[in-house]
């Protein structure tokens, strides 16, 4: 946690890539060149990529796409995946609707 | 507020084992799954288990499932199914979601054994409806006894992509190829070789370039890698599927145990929590089982969960540390066993050319999926005998050896080691009553007979297919990689209870094809 | 590149970034510190993103209607990027007489400040907003109120002053601050020292630590709120929405998302375990408080809570201030989860005290030294 990362570092422009429209997140059908440019844009972490674009904020949470995002912002940071923290981990693990969430069953 | 012992938060092969371990030593233990059934991976897993006895060996893996849970309700732990837990919170409580209702219960131990989720690998078209997990197919298959669909490329040769291969067409989809990056199969040869001699072929150093089709695929692109990864032009390759599997790997469920405010990691095996040699995380009292922790096997996980679950124990006292360490030790041992061999943890992504005898490894089961004809007479297993023998295509180190508590003459040896090949000993006299053939989970053992009549020989193989074949059926038998070689005439099916739903087909071939005949097809089957 | 600036900002939050931007656009160097690893990764991303005139305090109230007349309309085109602003009005619910009494009386201070607030009733409130529940019986209504979405607004502010050479530094975290000659002039982390002309100090409630270095204190304490997120739903109604009872307040986004915050009642006493975690029953709470006034909210799937920790001061209002004893320092903080509405207002003002120039608004009433005790 907590590595200094100069957001001025120099990371090259951003060189567009015939697969650029592919989509990562399905959910919320973030493309990878979106996400790619998102870096380029300076965020440099999956959370600010997360609130930038959405990616993982969908219905399954980021359990499809997560390891892809990470892998091409860790490319495009040129960086080892490993060195991209995963963006945390929220309550509830399962979308629930609002009435069973409200619901709490009274202690007998 | 609801108040256990210990709370398991998952109820497959590492939670109910942890949960039996605790319930065991007196700990008033409850279990919470999302899904209906309990059993997680393991009741869609119809093949024989691995390992040795205490690994559960050649046992299938929903009867594994079967006796967990048994165990665990006889032992009156709680299991409580379709209930999601949707949070881990300060004080070890947890939110259930159970029908129409938010429950929370505390615990003054935890266990999470949640296991994992498929990776997906995004090319064009991985979008499209008829791209599906691999672990989704076999769902579909074991659970829900759905065909995926009538013809199926498969993405990835580890252990998964092969089994999945096999169930599919086991099911009676036309598996189209097996495909990887790589430039090797990932996964255990004997699974490899199960695929190969149904006639499927691998394309290793291959990747999918786009899944074809507008609303659904209709099928599939795939080309050449070099040593990088980079696609090589003009290697590009179509195949009609409506089906591709994806069996790019698991990643751990780890969100519980992140959001719990356990230390994590990034490691090759996935974003796992830190934790010590029994599963404890940095949080005292909550500790971490299974794929969870670390992407493996079932029969690692059952061990790690008995771990956890004694360990759990002797945290709230209900056992002594001596006492827990005499039992953590003795599992410790049997976790070490399965991780031997060339496919331990730590040779994960290693090029592995020698076995531990010293034996160069069979390239062609690396990269073709069966053993080539000129490379058999090096391995141990296969040895030329008079009148009946078994043949035991064995040659990577797996923690295996069923094979040699399953002869009653003991004509097989393995030895202390279970990664070691089996050996052929020489001294005693096979009777060919198929027991070996039956027991290995690999299907790797077959009995020859070279003097079955002037002219034939005999071959017996493990079939697992509907319809069975019946004795005086004839068609062609196929060699190691699925070509028609000869004809051959069935002249015994053996399928008693003991074999667990394997049958034995001998077949007879002429002689010439007795160490190339491996399978049999009769007229009109469809797994090709 | 070298570590001194004209101005260190030390938090990246949305005050810290849009001063900034502020700050940049008139020229000025600027470096931003900020501890965590992320840019804006407290309260800023952490709120119902409310972009309120009506039921602030008083002393308040210029810089959110100021911010609302002149620059929110306009930050989506100045930044670049759509923050999702909607100046589409707030609504403040009430069900019972009590509740009317309430939002009479907010109604009558506000319009005392001279901001447009009007008492409605119920049928008048569904027809700004026919998806209320019939137990609702009246509301206070401020068109000119709106929402934003924190999290882009926050991101925008730091894209945009990045792209003007704003050095932002993540993972940074502030230890002291260092006064040299008589005047703040050093910035101490754990990795280096950074020196620059003025000190702007916007970390949120950690200010509190880091003051102290230089012999300064705010009175003021920290409370955990949490925030939950709806599955998209089909657009509905984009009313900035709260409550007299305070139950939720929230909207819906741009993406189609509800997006809710509130409390338990036990936010004072919440432990604190270091990271912004939920409580196993906030949400739930939330959730009852929503579905009383949007019983038609029911079946949207809850996907996600969270929680962040806001600064509360004890008079209820944020400290924006030269601090005269330490010459070169300027505090930007306790701003009790009121913070990002007047959050474009407060950089500008910031940029103004950083360079010398008048603020736009008064300031006086945001001193650091306005805390006196109670007898």
């Known amino acids: 946690m907590n590595k200094r990362n100069d957001r001025l570092a120099e990371i090259g422009p951003f060189i567009s890539q015939p697969d650029d429209d592919m989509i990562i997140c399905r959910c919320e059908e973030v493309t990878k060149g979106e996400i790619r440019k998102a870096v380029h844009d300076g965020m440099f972490t999956l959370t600010e990529i997360r609130r930038y674009l959405r990616t993982g904020m969908g219905l399954c949470q980021g359990q499809t796409c997560s390891k892809l995002v990470k892998s091409i912002v860790a490319k495009e940071l040129g960086l080892p995946p490993g060195d991209i923290e995963p963006a945390v981990s929220r309550a509830p693990m399962r979308p629930i609707e609002m009435k069973i969430l409200g619901n709490d069953r009274k202690e007998v | 507020m609801n108040r256990y012992d210990l709370i398991i938060i998952g109820a497959g092969p590492a939670g109910l084992s942890a949960a039996i371990s605790a319930a065991k030593n007196g700990l008033s233990v409850i279990v919470f799954d999302e899904n209906s059934k309990p059993g997680g991976q393991l009741f869609k897993q119809i093949h024989k288990f691995f390992g040795s006895k205490e690994h559960k060996a050649k046992i299938r893996g929903f009867r594994i499932g079967e006796e967990l849970l048994k165990e665990a309700e006889e032992l009156k732990v709680t299991v409580v ?63 829900h006894h759905i065909k995926p669909g009538n013809r199926v490329l498969m993405l990835g040769t580890g252990n998964v992509g092969l089994v999945v291969s096999f169930q599919l067409l086991q099911a009676g989809c036309q598996v189209a190829a097996l495909v990887d990056a790589a430039p090797k199969i990932g996964g255990y040869g004997v699974h490899a070789a199960k695929v190969a001699r149904c006639g499927v072929p691998f394309y290793l150093s291959h990747t999918i370039i786009k899944a074809e089709g507008e609303d659904c695929v209709r099928g599939v692109v795939i080309g050449k890698v070099d040593s990088s990864f980079q696609l090589i032009p003009g290697t590009e390759k179509h195949f009609d599927v409506d089906t591709i599997c994806l069996a790019v790997g698991l990643s751990p469920m780890s969100q519980l145990l992140h959001m719990a405010g356990c230390k994590m990691q990034d490691t090759p095996l996935g974003y796992v929590p830190v934790i010590d040699e029994n599963g404890a995380t940095s949080v005292p009292g909550i500790y971490a089982a299974g794929d969870v922790s670390g992407i493996e096997e079932a029969s690692s996980a059952m061990i790690e969960g008995r771990i956890a679950g004694t360990k759990a124990a002797e945290y709230l006292g209900f056992l002594s540390e001596d006492a827990a360490k005499e039992i953590t030790a003795g599992l410790e041992l049997a976790l070490d066993r399965l991780r031997k061999g060339m496919f331990a943890p730590e040779n994960r992504g290693k090029k592995i050319t020698l076995t531990d005898e010293g034996i160069p490894v069979s390239d062609s089961l690396l990269t073709r999926g069966y053993l080539d004809e000129d490379e058999l007479d090096r391995f141990p297993g296969i040895a030329k005998g008079k009148g009946i023998h078994p043949v035991m295509e064995c040659t990577q180190n797996i923690p295996c050896n069923p094979c040699q508590d399953a002869c009653p003459r003991k004509c097989i040896k393995i030895g202390e080691n279970i990664t070691s090949l089996p050996i052929i000993d020489e001294e005693n006299s096979c009777s060919g009553c198929g027991m070996c053939v039956a027991s290995c989970s690999g299907q790797a053992i077959f009995l020859l007979n070279e003097d079955y009549e002037p002219g034939y020989a005999s071959v017996t193989l493990p079939y697992e297919f509907l319809p069975l074949p019946v004795k005086g059926d004839t068609g062609m038998a196929l060699d190691r990689s699925g070509k028609k070689v000869c004809q051959a005439e069935i002249i015994e099916v053996k399928t008693p209870k003991a074999f667990d739903h394997t049958s034995l087909l001998t077949m007879k071939v002429p002689l010439d094809m007795a160490m190339k005949a491996r399978f049999y097809k009769s007229r009109g089957c469809s797994h090709e | 590149m070298g570590n001194c600036a004209d101005v260190i900002i030390i938090g990246s939050g949305i005050i810290g970034n849009s001063t900034a931007y502020y700050l940049a656009k008139k020229g000025c160097s600027v470096i931003v510190l900020e501890k965590s690893d992320h840019i804006g990764g407290g309260g800023s991303s952490r709120n119902g993103g409310g972009v309120r005139q009506s039921g602030r305090d008083k002393r308040e109230l210029p810089l959110a209607m100021y911010g609302a007349a002149n620059l929110w309309p306009q930050l989506s085109d100045e930044l670049g990027m759509d923050v999702e602003y909607y100046q589409n009005g707030n609504l403040r619910l009430g069900k019972t007489e009590d509740h009317l009494k309430i939002l009479n009386g907010l ?54 002053a990045r792209q003007l050479g704003v050095r932002f530094i993540t993972g940074e975290a502030v230890t002291e601050i260092k006064k040299y000659k008589g005047k703040a002039r050093q910035v101490i982390t754990d990795s280096g020292v950074y020196e620059g002309e003025t000190i702007i100090l916007a970390a949120g409630y950690e200010s509190r630590k880091i003051a102290a270095s230089v012999g300064v204190d705010i009175p003021m304490t920290q409370a955990l709120l949490e925030v939950l997120v709806t599955e998209a739903q089909p657009p509905m109604f984009y009313q900035m929405l709260g409550t007299a009872m305070a139950d939720f307040y929230g909207h819906q986004s741009t993406h189609g998302s509800f997006v809710f915050g509130g409390s338990s009642g036990f936010e004072d006493f919440n432990k604190d375990n270091e990271t912004p975690v939920t409580n196993s029953q906030t949400a739930s709470c939330i959730c009852r408080g929503i579905m009383k006034y949007f019983p038609c909210l029911s079946d949207a799937k809850i996907v996600r809570t969270w929680a962040g920790f806001i600064d509360v001061c004890a008079d209820h209002v944020p400290v924006i201030s030269h601090v005269e004893e330490v010459p070169g320092l300027i505090l930007a903080c306790a701003f009790t989860g009121h913070g990002f509405g007047i959050s474009p207002t407060v950089g500008t003002i910031l940029s103004q005290m950083a360079t010398g120039e008048d603020p736009v608004l008064s300031i006086k009433d945001f001193r650091y030294d306005r805390f006196h005790t109670k007898i």
């Open chain 2, 81 to 143: 199914l379709d209930a999601i837990v949707t949070g881990l919170y300060q004080d070890k409580e947890i939110s259930v979601k159970i029908g129409e209702e938010i429950c929370h219960y505390k615990g003054d131990a935890v266990i999470v054994a949640t296991g994992a989720t498929e990776n997906m690998v995004p090319f064009e078209g991985w979008t499209l409806p008829g791209v599906i997990g691999a672990g989704a197919s076999q769902t579909m298959m074991n659970l």
């Open chain 3, 107 to 160: 109604t009558e201070r506000a319009n005392a400040q001279g901001l447009g607030v009007t008492m409605i009733n119920g049928n008048e409130a569904k027809d700004i907003c026919p998806y209320l529940s019939d137990e609702v019986i009246g509301a206070s209504w401020c068109p000119t109120d709106g929402h934003a979405n924190p999290m882009l607004a926050t991101l925008a502010y730091y894209r945009k």
